[in-house]
């Protein structure tokens, strides 16, 4: 007697392969950028190489256990995760506990490691906003219930940001809050009325602060900052113009040797176009794609309202911190503070995108059983079509 047997339902193969491969590629880059740097100031070469790793390490184990959770417990977490994370950005802002590098206070050190609260927030903001308007599903549209509680609690969010300062992270949390109301259904009249007039408070915002007024102006004109203000941008532009179709080589770039600062960081991609050119360039720009790709993909596909907000949430933030990043090394974008997700060094970014990676290739497991997508993403897809 023959039994049939359902196919094996599997991960998201192509996801998982992108990821690993902006992983590896950023292990390369990191060292390539930092070494030299490492070993006149710390006495070893291998030292951010070596955190990077460990980061990897440990980003592998979140990315398999969150494959193994699955996302639906999630929801349960939505609550006391979020709490967590606003504690924690309260904490880091405290004398003595906080950090402070470079002029902001963002991180909270441990022995042997230190913990960026902003950047768990982010995924903690995507699993509430996800689990809120799949509750509120029937009443996303109207004001006082869809729009307003998230407005407020993501102005709690931005303020606790600013007063770090991280510009990048507060506009982020704006901008996850506007795809996914826009994606629940929430009127576009509140989307558009809420931005016009958080436009004075954005202007009041850049005015009062001298530094970002010289981010402003090295934007508009960097090569009039040359030595100020625009130094950072500039030497970038020429980072990245010197590599051309095919790059100096790996390890052979010039800007690396205290020219750029921030080089293994937030101007990565920088090097990445000195060192490998054009083609190194598209290979990661075909990358970041791929992932976006498979990441709506599941998200539309998801059998749920909630799979399909975390799904498109998390795609989000790899989507728009890998623009923006690229964008202001280009000096098309003023300067944000956002790394190059899975690429820049940054122990606490790599090991949240890793473990968000796997909460999304939890979902596309999700997607592959389901009989038929949420109406979420039968909506969007209409949309779209």
């Not at 930092?34 to 990897?56: N, V």
């Not at 184990?61 to 309260?90: D, F, N, S, T």
């Not at 699993?127 to 006082?144: G, H, M």
């Not at 997607?367 to 909506?379: C, D, F, I, L, Y």
Request: hydrophobic share 55%.
């Amino acid at each position: 007697m023959k039994t049939s047997s359902a196919p094996a339902v599997r991960f998201d193969p192509i996801l998982l392969c992108a990821v690993l491969a902006l992983v590896s590629l950023g292990l390369v880059m990191v060292y390539s950028a930092s070494a030299i740097l490492a070993q006149d100031k710390l006495g070893d070469s291998l030292y951010f190489l070596k955190r990077q790793l460990m980061a990897a390490g440990m980003g592998v184990v979140a990315m398999a256990v969150a494959m193994k959770l699955g996302w639906r417990r999630l929801a349960r977490l939505a609550w006391p995760l979020l709490i967590v994370c606003v504690v924690l950005l309260v904490v880091v802002l405290i004398p003595g506990i906080g950090t402070s590098v470079g002029g902001a206070r963002r991180w909270i050190r441990f022995p042997g490691f230190g913990l960026q609260p902003a950047e768990l927030t982010k995924f903690a903001w995507v699993v509430y906003l996800s689990y809120s308007l799949a509750k509120k599903r029937e009443k996303v549209a109207t004001f006082s219930v869809g729009f307003l509680p998230h407005l407020l609690l993501c102005g709690v969010l931005v303020l606790l940001c600013m007063r770090q300062p991280d510009f990048g992270s507060s506009v982020l949390f704006v901008f996850l809050l506007f795809v996914l109301l826009f994606a629940a259904g929430t009127k576009l009249s509140y989307l558009v009325g809420s931005v016009l007039l958080s436009l004075p408070l954005a202007y009041v915002a850049i005015a009062s602060s001298p530094y970002r007024m010289k981010r402003v102006l090295a934007f508009l004109d960097p090569w009039a900052h040359r030595h100020d203000a625009g130094y950072q941008v500039a030497e970038s532009l020429m980072s990245i113009g010197s590599g051309g179709l095919t790059g100096l080589g790996l390890g052979d770039g010039r800007q690396k040797l205290f020219f750029l600062p921030e080089a293994h960081t937030d101007f990565i991609f920088a090097i990445i176009g000195e060192e490998l050119g054009l083609i190194g360039v598209t290979l990661l720009v075909a990358l970041y794609a791929i992932v976006i790709w498979r990441g709506v993909r599941i998200a539309l596909a998801a059998p749920e309202p909630f799979g399909t907000y975390l799904g498109l949430g998390i795609t989000s933030i790899v989507a728009f911190q890998a623009a923006v990043n690229m964008c202001v090394a280009m000096g098309l974008l003023p300067t944000k503070g956002l790394t190059l997700p899975f690429v820049s060094y940054g122990g606490t970014s790599l090991l949240v995108l890793m473990g968000s990676a796997g909460v999304l290739l939890s979902l596309s497991t999700a997607t592959q059983g389901a009989n038929r997508p949420s109406r979420v993403g039968a909506e969007m897809r209409e949309v779209a079509a």
